[in-house]
Structures are given as structure tokens and as C-alpha cells.
């Protein structure tokens, strides 16, 4: 049988769960993090981060071969996680070079350690 964490307190004469030591989210906070992980509810877009967030950039030329996908392919997720705030971009001539940004991966992080 499992064991509560919470102690048990009296309310009104009933026995309920000690009240919550932590408060929610921000609603605006929620919502960015909430497009955030939309955003990384994808396999290939869960790739392609893991493969951004391990190198300083990433050319979207070396991603091609690296996700097995085409160039619009690919084009449709780095859209996706540029508008969520996850990566950034910079056009060199023909290709752009993805980097994650920082705070965003920490804000992901500090969400999921709450």
C-alpha cells in the first residue's frame, strides 16, 4: 500500500491532505512552456534538438543526412522549434545554422524539476 507524502491535518472536523507548499505556474509562463514542449512532441524535432543542443550550431546541410529527412522536411521543423523560441538561426548564403537557445533549455529544465 502506498504512503502518503503529505501529512494528514484536520479541516473542519474531516481529515484532509496538508495544503500545497508550492504555487502554479504564471499563466503567461504556461503558456510558453506549454509551446515549448508542443513543440518537442515530435521524434524528428526531439533529433534534430538533441543534435542542436550538442554542438555549438548545426548547418541544416548536415541535418539532412543526419535525420533522413528532405529539405522541406526539415525546413517544416526548424520553423517549429525557431517559433517556440528553442532554436535560432543564422542564413549564410544558402543554409542557416541552427543553435538552441540557452534559456529556453533551462526554462524546460527548471519546469520539469518543480
Not at 502518503?4 to 491532505?17: A, D, H, Q, T, Y
Not at 533529433?47 to 543542443?53: D, Q
Not at 543554409?95 to 520539469?112: E, F, G, N, S, T
Amino acid at each position: 500500500m502506498a504512503t502518503r507524502s503529505n501529512p494528514l491535518i484536520e479541516l473542519n472536523g474531516g481529515v484532509c491532505c496538508a495544503p500545497l507548499r508550492t504555487t502554479p505556474l504564471a499563466e503567461d509562463e504556461a503558456v510558453e512552456l506549454a509551446r515549448m514542449f508542443a513543440a518537442l512532441a515530435d521524434p524528428v524535432r526531439l533529433r534534430f534538438l538533441s543534435l542542436v543542443a550538442n554542438a555549438a550550431e548545426v548547418c541544416s546541410c548536415d541535418l539532412l543526412e543526419a535525420l533522413g529527412k528532405s529539405q522541406p522536411t526539415i525546413s517544416h521543423h526548424t520553423k517549429t522549434l525557431a517559433d517556440s523560441g528553442l532554436i535560432t538561426g543564422d542564413k549564410r548564403g544558402r543554409w542557416v545554422y541552427w543553435r538552441v537557445v540557452p534559456d529556453k533549455i533551462d526554462a524546460l529544465r527548471k519546469a520539469l524539476g518543480r
